[in-house]
């Protein structure tokens, strides 16, 4: 079982529709959990924490369930600019533990 | 602004050379940074955890005498290929966080490199 697993995707969704995401994780271990995105041929970026409680940044909703180790992220009025893989990130341990990736899901938001 | 500077951001060269790539945390403190591999449509690969002042852990499979990493400093790490093959054309990137849990690590720019 990978330790981090994703919708594989691609998602093409129209200007303004709602997308989600969704993301398990196998070690029940893991204290830290983030979306990052990745343009083609780019470094990825930090899009957001995730924290039990849940956390909104806009437009972009991040929900985890430690429980059913899960973890989701809503993308709501999608753009243009959107258009990007999004990786389901996870930290075992400490900061200075490697993150373990997902493969990421590509979103194409189309015109 | 960028919190973790790479350079170069693309190298061509011929086969047999080496290249070093850069990697710079700019305003925090490093003990550990962390380098990766992107091959075209796949996932970022670890290749090897940076530790300053000690020995680089390398992933299984990733030659340790291939992929020369030192981490002189709290700021910076260098990886270098050497005598690179054009099989080793790849994106590299590297990341560095604070060290502190719940911290998001930031990537470098990455640097892609090509061998002909």
């Known amino acids: 079982r990978k330790e981090v697993e994703q919708d594989p995707g691609p998602f093409n969704v129209p200007e303004g529709a709602t997308v989600a995401f969704n993301c398990t994780y196998s070690?029940?271990?893991?204290?830290?959990f983030f979306w990052y995105r990745q343009d083609c041929r780019k470094e990825p970026k930090l899009l957001m924490s995730?924290?039990?409680s849940g956390n909104e940044d806009g437009r972009f909703t991040a929900q985890l369930n430690r429980a059913s180790q899960y973890i989701s992220l809503l993308i709501r009025d999608s753009k243009l600019s959107d258009s990007a893989t999004y990786l389901c990130?996870?930290?075992?341990?400490?900061?200075?533990?490697?993150?373990?990736f997902g493969k990421g899901t590509r979103l194409s938001v189309i015109a | 602004g960028a919190v973790v500077s790479q350079h170069p951001s693309r190298v061509i060269c011929k086969s047999g050379t080496s290249v070093k790539i850069e990697c710079r945390s700019l305003?925090?403190?490093?003990?550990?940074m962390f380098w990766y591999r992107q091959f075209p449509k796949q996932s970022l690969m670890l290749m090897a955890t940076?530790?300053?002042?000690?020995?680089?852990?390398?992933e299984q499979g990733v030659e340790k005498d291939k992929f020369l990493i030192n981490h002189a400093s709290l700021t910076l790490s260098t990886l270098t290929v050497t005598s690179a093959h054009p099989e080793d054309s790849s994106f590299y990137i590297c990341?560095?966080?604070?060290?502190?849990?719940?911290?998001?690590?930031?990537f470098g720019d990455g640097t892609r490199l090509s061998i002909l």
């Open positions: 990341s560095a966080g604070s060290g502190l849990l719940y911290q998001p690590q930031h």
């Open positions: 070690n029940s271990a893991s204290q830290s």
């Open positions: 995730v924290y039990s």
């Open positions: 990130v996870v930290n075992s341990n400490s900061g200075n533990t490697p993150l373990v």
């Open positions: 305003d925090f403190q490093a003990t550990t």
């Open positions: 940076s530790n300053e002042g000690s020995k680089a852990t390398y």
